[in-house]
């Protein structure tokens, strides 16, 4: 049971450049996140889905889309990279109990 | 969801009791309050939630106040890997619905030797 996974782990980005962070889940959770995390600071919601073919914004939702196909799945896609984008993004699921599993994160830096 | 206010930085000698405290007076009814710790810059790890009643795991024991105005996590023998961010969290119970979780910036905790 690998939980969440996230890939990849780290990347560098120039500014205007587009990449997708992935998200996998494998224990059939209907519910997921995805969060960003600067430095010193709580996390912040981007986008979230209540399941496949469902999501909604979040707090901080500007510069980002998601898409939600599969249960498993649910990619955060960055276009047009910016500096204030760098930050550690973590996605996290919640099935029928009431806690959260979160991934190891994916470091971005936008240069 | 009801705001927390949680002390900025904590210290704990290891292997003494460590107690978060966690203040939540706008707490509503249904909400419930919740536990999460981040290990250097790990994804938040779940600890504990409850209601109304104390409660306890393997990993520590949650006091909520009567008024359920506040509530403590307690981690009963600290060790050096409890160092970490501890996050309260106070949001409705219902599976049904989404449940985000809005984060603040937690109660750094160090356990020193």
């Known amino acids: 049971n690998a939980g969440v996974t996230q890939t990849p782990k780290f990347r560098i980005l120039k500014i205007g450049q587009s990449m997708t962070l992935q998200c996998t889940q494998d224990?059939?959770?209907?519910?997921m996140y995805w969060y960003r995390q600067d430095p010193g600071m709580g996390l912040k919601l981007i986008y979230y889905?209540?399941?496949?073919?469902?999501?909604d914004k979040g707090e901080v939702p500007n510069g980002y889309n998601v898409s939600r196909s599969t249960t498993e799945d649910f990619p955060l896609r960055l276009e047009l990279a910016a500096p204030s984008q760098t930050s550690v993004y973590f996605c996290?699921?919640?099935?029928?109990?009431?806690?959260?599993?979160f991934g190891s994160g994916t470091r971005l830096t936008v240069v | 969801d009801a705001k927390t206010t949680q002390p900025t930085s904590m210290d704990c000698a290891e292997g003494r009791a460590a107690n978060l405290p966690c203040n939540h007076s706008?707490?509503?009814?249904?909400?419930?309050v919740y536990w999460y710790r981040q290990i250097h810059s790990q994804g938040p790890q779940y600890i504990i939630h409850?209601?109304?009643n104390n409660e306890t795991n393997e990993m520590a024991s949650l006091i909520i106040t009567e008024d359920r105005k506040s509530s403590t996590l307690i981690l009963p023998h600290a060790t050096l890997r409890d160092t970490a961010v501890y996050y309260c969290?106070?949001?409705?119970?219902?599976?049904?619905?989404?449940?985000?979780?809005?984060f603040g910036t937690g109660t750094r905790l160090q356990v020193t030797l």
């Open positions: 996290a699921s919640r099935g029928r109990n009431y806690g959260y599993t």
């Open positions: 224990m059939n959770h209907n519910y």
């Open positions: 889905s209540v399941g496949a073919g469902i999501t």
């Open positions: 706008t707490i509503s009814g249904n909400e419930y």
């Open positions: 409850g209601l109304k």
């Open positions: 969290i106070v949001r409705p119970g219902n599976t049904g619905t989404a449940s985000k979780l809005t």
